[in-house]
T-cell receptor
Framework: QQPVQSPQAVILREGEDAVINCSSS?????VHWYRQKHGEAPIFLMI?????EQKGHDKISASFNEKKQQSSLYLTASQLSYSGTYFC???????????FGTGTRLTVIP | ETGVTQTPRHLVMGMTNKKSLKCEQH?????MYWYKQSAKKPLELMFV???????ENNSVPSRFSPECPNSSHLFLHLHTLQPEDSALYLC???????????????FGPGTRLTVT
């Protein structure tokens, strides 16, 4: 029931763009995105809901294709502070119970 | 204190010990969660509480026993653990549940547990 994330890891130079994908085998009510830096708590980034509504940061964008049960997180003009592991969490029932992917480790270098 | 706090941050325990992890949220939220984060594995949802009532137990072994005395505090009582239980245990809270999964979760920094 865990979603599959890709890529597993990516290295960017400052200013470059990246896309992280999250794919589920089940129909979804929502997709949540979090970032976790080493030794720190995961931080909420975005929620994408069935029907197109979104909640989250202005500087990060994401898409949710309900039919394909896929979501993508778009990181543009990356900054050093974007480094960390990105997780998607999928909600299959609408109850806020999340199944998380294995994460994508993003490293931004100067 | 703000957000979600967890104590202790690090814990080493033997397989015959009994210990407890504590989580406190200062956000006025109604739902609280325990997750297990092992190396190279996805975050695993363990338990969910809503208004102090346990609403989910995700097939967790009985050596893990949660307790939610009020909506601000959550405990995870540990006894006779196995080495494979070594992991980072994260607590989270959300304003509520349901509503199409639209409530973001706020995580604490976790307790790094090592079972020897």
């Amino acid at each position: 029931q865990q979603p599959v994330q890709s890529p597993q890891a990516v290295i960017l130079r400052e200013g470059e763009d990246a896309v992280i994908n999250c794919s589920s085998s089940k129909a979804l009510y929502s997709v949540h995105w979090y970032r976790q830096k080493h030794g720190e708590a995961p931080i909420f980034l975005m929620i994408l809901l069935k029907g197109g509504e979104q909640k989250g940061h202005d500087k990060i964008s994401a898409s949710f294709n309900e039919k394909k049960q896929q979501s993508s997180l778009y990181l543009t003009a990356s900054q050093l502070s974007y480094s960390g592991t990105y997780f998607c969490g999928t909600d299959q029932t609408g109850a806020n119970n999340l199944f998380f992917g294995t994460g994508t480790r993003l490293t931004v270098i100067p | 204190e703000t957000g979600v706090t967890q104590t202790p941050r690090h814990l080493v325990m033997g397989m015959t010990n009994k210990k407890s992890l504590k989580c406190e949220q200062h956000l006025g939220h109604n739902a609280m969660y325990w997750y297990k984060q092992s190396a190279k594995k996805p975050l695993e949802l363990m338990f969910v509480y809503s208004l102090e009532e346990r609403v989910e137990n995700n097939s967790v072994p009985s050596r893990f026993s949660p307790e939610c005395p009020n909506s601000s505090h959550l405990f995870l009582h540990l006894h006779t653990l196995q080495p494979e239980d070594s992991a980072l245990y994260l607590c989270a809270s959300s304003q509520d549940r349901w509503q199409g999964g639209s409530y973001e979760q706020y995580f604490g920094p976790g307790t790094r547990l090592t079972v020897t």
